[in-house]
């Protein structure tokens, strides 16, 4: 199995700075994209940022030039720096991970953290 662990969240102002962690641990020959995606209440879970194996880092439109997505690609770890932060960025944040499992597998398999909360307070 695979198991990816969240931490840094929190409560913070306006304007504020949070960094995001993610850990994945199990069954991994290698992670294909890696990224973060969030969802508000009342809301569907959208996408913040990925990053591909081969280096690619995508953001929503909402948080370009404040949010910038990170990886270690030998430890399996991916982390989000958020500057800036504004009210409607409050939402529970996934951490995502595409997961090849073994080396002739042709498939990868989608994980999902357990959501850490991120509350940007007006």
């Known amino acids: 199995q695979v198991q990816l662990v969240e931490s840094g969240g929190g409560l913070v102002q306006t304007g504020g700075s949070l960094r995001l962690s993610c850990s994945a641990s199990?069954?991994?020959?290698?992670?294909?994209?890696m990224g973060w995606y969030r969802q508000a209440p009342g809301k569907r879970r959208e996408l913040v940022a990925t990053?591909?194996?081969?280096?690619?880092?995508n953001y929503a439109d909402s948080v370009k030039g404040r949010f910038t997505i990170s990886r270690d690609y030998a430890k399996n770890t991916v982390a989000l720096q958020m500057n800036a932060l504004k009210p409607e960025d409050t939402a529970v944040y996934y951490c995502?991970?595409?997961?090849?499992?073994?080396?002739?597998?042709?498939?990868?398999?989608?994980?999902w953290g357990q959501g850490t909360q991120v509350t940007v307070s007006s």
């Open positions: 995502n991970a595409n997961v090849k499992k073994t080396s002739w597998s042709h498939v990868s398999y989608p994980y």
């Open positions: 199990g069954t991994i020959f290698s992670i294909n994209t």
């Open positions: 990053s591909t194996s081969g280096g690619t880092a």
